[in-house]
């Protein structure tokens, strides 16, 4: 009897939750059961023609500056490829600095750039305000449609950016079908893919060139640290990818690196029981008296639950609810909970609500709010490892003190 021929010692005929556990290990002399945290930012060589060999790139795996690459980083980045599928991935020092790389990473002065109107705050600045100062323009499009994107392309498209199901209002982007558009034009397409989390979303078997996400979400899960990552092809990430965070420096620490780790280890655990009790939660407030409307992807009443059933596996761990009252009834609501915290993370343990009028969304005008969907009684909660009954009670008081 050997393990050798065991073809589980094979990373990729493991199921997620294994790979999630061990996935991308690397082992020392001491055979550590966690992984080693590489506090270190530099390498030193056994001789000069070693460190020439090395940094013309013939020793393969080597190490030379933390800046580029590092042990413990390098474990995270093979999980993730891993868990996602993809042939290469880079860590980042947060989700901005990952979504940053990768758009800057693909264009020129000159070139345009199509993105769904329905994005994060710092994505949307990025490419509706930042590239344009480099001389690379934008369409922004209402992303529901993909016909939508199909109309905004450009000669020197060479970027589509999309996020979904997008934050707050939790619109759906067909990921296959614009990829389609995209590719027609010769344009890479970018998914955002934080709201789905890795476990119930595949953008890149879907025809996405890249992922990326903030790891300061579902990955950490528990509030602690910053984080990115892009994942994606070999030439991708090993190319442009690369090169932008060699020279642009945007690095994940090693000490975040491993704390994401640990993340990784229970994120399948973490996100299902919180999407369990945010499905719970979607039911009960459904056809409450003074709620508007509950929008939840696996919800039968999501205006795009046919695409939501086909394209996600889990619903995800967040709700969004439009309390009718407008932003008094949503204040109202907030201010009366005692389990759920007022801020702004999501994927974490502890439930947040935010009021995306007044936090996330206020740099952009009233008329853009309301044309993603941002009402003055939008509430988006984030929904965490607490009881669910005791969220579902807490939720109930707070909308009978309005
Ligand atoms: C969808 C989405 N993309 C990107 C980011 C940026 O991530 P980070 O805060 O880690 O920079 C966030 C959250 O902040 C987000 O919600």
Same mark, same amino acid.
């Given at each position: !009897?050997s393990?050798?021929?065991?073809?589980?010692?094979?990373?990729?005929?493991?199921?997620?939750e294994?790979?999630?556990v061990?996935?991308?290990?690397?082992?020392?002399?001491?055979n550590?059961?966690?992984?080693?945290?590489?506090?270190?930012?530099?390498y030193? #060589?056994?001789?000069?023609e070693?460190? +020439?060999?090395?940094?013309?790139g013939?020793?393969?795996g080597a190490?030379n500056?933390?800046?580029?690459?590092?042990?413990?980083?390098?474990?995270?980045? +093979?999980?993730?490829?891993?868990?996602?599928?993809a042939?290469?991935?880079?860590g980042?020092a947060?989700g901005m &600095?990952?979504v940053?790389?990768?758009?800057m990473?693909?264009v020129r002065?000159?070139?345009?750039?199509v993105?769904?109107?329905?994005?994060?705050?710092?994505?949307?600045f990025?490419?509706?305000?930042f590239?344009?100062?480099?001389?690379?323009?934008?369409t922004?499009?209402?992303?529901r449609?993909?016909?939508?994107f199909a109309?905004? !392309?450009?000669?020197n498209?060479k970027?589509?950016?999309i996020?979904?199901p997008?934050?707050?209002?939790?619109?759906?982007?067909?990921?296959?079908?614009?990829a389609?558009?995209?590719?027609?034009?010769?344009?890479?397409?970018?998914?955002?893919?934080v709201?789905?989390?890795p476990? #119930?979303?595949?953008?890149?078997?879907?025809? &996405?060139d %890249?992922?990326? #996400?903030?790891?300061?979400?579902?990955?950490d899960g528990?509030?602690?640290?910053l984080?990115?990552?892009?994942l994606?092809?070999?030439?991708?990430?090993?190319?442009?990818?690369?090169?932008?965070?060699?020279?642009?420096g945007?690095? %994940?620490?090693?000490?975040?690196?491993?704390?994401?780790?640990k993340?990784?280890?229970?994120?399948?655990?973490?996100?299902?029981?919180?999407?369990?009790?945010?499905?719970?939660i979607?039911?009960?407030?459904?056809?409450h008296a003074?709620?508007?409307?509950?929008?939840?992807?696996?919800?039968?009443?999501?205006p795009q639950?046919?695409?939501?059933?086909?394209?996600?596996t889990?619903?995800?761990?967040?709700?969004? %609810?439009?309390?009718?009252?407008?932003q008094?009834? &949503?204040?109202?609501l907030?201010?009366?909970?005692?389990?759920?915290?007022?801020?702004n993370?999501?994927?974490?343990?502890k439930?947040?609500?935010?009021?995306?009028?007044?936090t996330?969304?206020?740099?952009?005008?009233?008329?853009?709010?309301?044309?993603?969907?941002?009402?003055?009684?939008?509430?988006?909660?984030?929904?965490?490892?607490?009881s669910?009954?005791?969220l579902?009670?807490?939720?109930?008081?707070g909308?009978?003190?309005i």
């Amino acid at each position: !009897m050997s393990k050798a021929n065991n073809p589980l010692l094979d990373p990729t005929r493991r199921s997620a939750e294994t790979q999630l556990v061990h996935g991308g290990g690397k082992r020392t002399q001491f055979n550590e059961t966690s992984e080693a945290l590489f506090l270190s930012s530099g390498y030193s #060589y056994p001789n000069s023609e070693h460190a +020439e060999r090395l940094f013309k790139g013939e020793i393969p795996g080597a190490h030379n500056y933390s800046r580029f690459a590092n042990p413990t980083v390098d474990v995270f980045q +093979e999980r993730m490829a891993l868990l996602e599928g993809a042939e290469a991935a880079r860590g980042f020092a947060s989700g901005m &600095a990952a979504v940053t790389d990768a758009v800057m990473s693909q264009v020129r002065a000159g070139d345009h750039i199509v993105a769904s109107r329905a994005l994060f705050g710092g994505c949307r600045f990025v490419v509706e305000d930042f590239m344009p100062r480099f001389g690379v323009t934008s369409t922004l499009v209402d992303g529901r449609d993909p016909a939508n994107f199909a109309a905004a !392309m450009q000669p020197n498209t060479k970027l589509v950016f999309i996020e979904t199901p997008t934050n707050p209002t939790l619109e759906l982007v067909d990921i296959k079908a614009v990829a389609d558009i995209a590719h027609a034009h010769g344009a890479v397409l970018i998914v955002d893919n934080v709201f789905a989390t890795p476990l #119930y979303q595949k953008p890149l078997a879907l025809g &996405a060139d %890249l992922v990326t #996400y903030s790891a300061t979400k579902h990955i950490d899960g528990q509030g602690r640290v910053l984080g990115g990552v892009v994942l994606g092809s070999k030439k991708l990430i090993e190319g442009d990818i690369h090169t932008f965070l060699r020279q642009t420096g945007a690095s %994940l620490s090693p000490f975040n690196a491993w704390v994401l780790l640990k993340g990784l280890e229970t994120l399948p655990l973490r996100v299902r029981q919180m999407t369990e009790s945010a499905g719970r939660i979607a039911e009960a407030l459904a056809s409450h008296a003074k709620v508007q409307s509950v929008i939840y992807p696996h919800h039968p009443s999501h205006p795009q639950y046919d695409l939501a059933k086909a394209q996600m596996t889990g619903g995800s761990t967040l709700v969004a %609810l439009d309390v009718k009252g407008g932003q008094e009834a &949503a204040f109202r609501l907030s201010d009366s909970l005692a389990v759920i915290l007022i801020s702004n993370n999501l994927g974490d343990a502890k439930s947040i609500i935010t009021h995306p009028r007044t936090t996330t969304h206020q740099r952009l005008t009233e008329d853009a709010r309301l044309e993603v969907g941002v009402t003055p009684g939008l509430l988006r909660l984030s929904v965490g490892l607490e009881s669910s009954d005791d969220l579902i009670a807490d939720l109930l008081y707070g909308l009978d003190q309005i």
